[in-house]
């Protein structure tokens, strides 16, 4: 079965940092773009950050550039989101998602979520 | 950075029902557009790539067309499981952006 699974999520206060991870099976991980998307609580999806199979290609949203890194682990089938300098405006559930397609200076091609993990909570607060 | 308008930002319909939803992107984006549905509490869905394309598994009263600017969404014949949010995702240009969802009651 096709599976993403996240962890890592939690209560954290302002300025401090979380590191996400996102399990992948049932597929082979290494071929496919993965990606992270948030939702704020009660508010609409918000895509955060890409990256191409063999970390060729790395994008961030500017609302988080800066403060947050993506990474993976191919042998391990991981996704990773190191977040720093958190911010109350971070709070939300934080879904990795499968892209089949690519992105490559400045526009992606074929880039739909096609598998998404069941979330994690992040929530920034004092 | 694109601005996807989608509308109406919530819509009530009955069973049966034909139900469109539209989604406007500030500028051209060909056909780099996807729609989604999110069921409450749960993670999206992808159910139609490339503005026309029906996600493999997905019931055929789902439909997209359009391309450019103007982007449609149809569900042909509303079922109760319909009920969620949908929203359209363009990514043509980075950032990748969202639409800011419909929701949908019945």
């Known amino acids: 079965e096709v599976q993403l699974v996240e962890s890592g999520g939690g209560l954290v206060k302002p300025g401090g940092s979380l590191r996400l991870s996102c399990a992948a099976s049932?597929?082979?991980?290494?071929?496919?773009?993965m990606n992270w998307v948030r939702q704020a609580p009660g508010k609409g999806l918000e895509w955060v950050s890409s990256?191409?199979?063999?970390?060729?290609?790395?994008y961030y949203s500017d609302s988080v550039k800066g403060r947050f890194t993506i990474s993976r682990d191919d042998a391990k089938n991981s996704l990773f989101l190191q977040m720093n300098s958190l911010r109350a405006e971070d709070t939300a559930t934080y879904y990795c998602?499968?892209?089949?397609?690519?992105?490559?200076?400045?526009?992606?091609?074929?880039?739909?979520?096609?598998?998404w993990g069941q979330g994690t909570m992040v929530t920034v607060s004092s | 950075d694109i601005q996807m308008t989608q509308s109406p930002s919530s819509l009530s319909a009955s069973v049966g029902d034909r139900v469109t939803i539209t989604c406007q992107a500030s500028?051209?984006?060909?056909?780099?557009l996807n729609w989604y549905q999110q069921k409450p509490g749960r993670a999206p869905k992808l159910l139609i790539y490339d503005a026309s394309n029906l996600e493999t598994g997905v019931p055929s009263r789902f439909s997209g067309s359009g391309s450019g600017t103007d982007f449609t969404f149809t569900i042909s014949t509303l079922q109760p499981e319909d009920i969620a949010t949908y929203y359209c995702?363009?990514?043509?240009?980075?950032?990748?952006?969202f639409g800011q969802g419909t929701r949908l009651e019945i």
């Open positions: 998602a499968r892209a089949e397609g690519y992105c490559s200076g400045g526009s992606c091609y074929k880039l739909a979520f096609d598998v």
């Open positions: 049932g597929f082979t991980f290494r071929s496919y773009t």
């Open positions: 995702h363009q990514y043509d240009n980075l950032p990748i952006t």
């Open positions: 990256i191409s199979s063999s970390s060729t290609n790395i």
């Open positions: 500028q051209d984006i060909r056909n780099s």
